[in-house]
């Protein structure tokens, strides 16, 4: 008998559009999908490090305008600041740790300074606008980071990327055991951008045809879909 790990991340249904603003999100994030595959194609190191300084923008600004929202409005946030502030944090994380894997060639570092001039202000105005769109826009490259992330560990199972021993930071940061390798990385790196890309669709969800009187962010985040780790638990991580 063979085991296999029951986990919802790869196969998660992946949303689609229902609507105008939806689409343009979906179109934006096939761009740069397109894009991004055509880049760095199978280097998935180098493309979590420079893909991960923009990943970790979004939450920062969403957190940011939020707060401001909260002071202007003199209205509590219901606890959507803390989530979205947690999840640049779990971004900026993920780039911590794949710096210690892959280290950037001096045209991927000027790509990601132009990327960050040019996407944290885009991102600021289309949140400060439509900020439903925002977390569509946020929740659809997500759903692409799953797929990535899903590629690279076929990558390092089929041998062809190398799987050496976790970095110190991140065993740290997700509690790992003392010898795991990258391959365990990638599957808590996986999972985080699963929960992600749940919150934003679920944020999205939330912000639909209402400004005022959403509910709270923990009422989003109990209602969003099982994490593998819970689908995992509950199936006793084991599968025939
Ligand atoms: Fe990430
Ligand atoms: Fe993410």
Excluded: C
């Amino acid at each position: 008998m063979t085991l296999t790990i029951v986990t919802d991340n790869d196969q998660a249904p992946r949303r689609p559009p229902a609507d105008m603003a939806d689409r343009i999100a979906y179109g934006m994030t096939r761009g740069l999908r397109f894009f991004a595959d055509t880049f760095f194609a199978k280097r998935y190191g180098h493309r979590a490090v420079v893909l991960e300084t923009v990943a970790a923008v979004p939450g920062m600004v969403g957190g940011m305008l939020n707060h401001l929202k909260s002071l202007r409005r003199m209205q509590d946030d219901r606890g959507w600041i803390k989530v979205l502030l947690d999840e640049a944090e779990n971004e900026r994380m993920h780039l911590m740790t794949f710096i210690a894997v892959a280290q950037p060639n001096a045209f991927e570092r000027f790509l990601v300074l132009l990327a960050q001039g040019l996407f944290f202000n885009a991102f600021f105005v289309l949140y400060l606008f439509f900020p439903r769109t925002a977390h569509r826009l946020v929740a659809y490259f997500e759903e692409e980071a799953v797929v990535s992330y899903t590629s690279y560990l076929a990558e390092i199972d089929a041998g062809r990327t190398l799987n050496p021993p976790a970095p110190p930071i991140a065993i740290e940061y997700w509690k790992l055991a003392p010898d795991a390798t990258l391959r365990d990385v990638v599957l808590a790196v996986r999972e985080d951008e699963a929960g992600h890309r749940d919150v934003n669709h679920a944020f999205a969800d939330a912000l639909a045809g209402r400004r005022t009187d959403l509910p709270h962010a923990t009422e989003l985040l109990a209602s969003a879909p099982p994490t593998a780790a819970a689908v995992e638990a509950s199936a006793g991580r084991v599968a025939a």
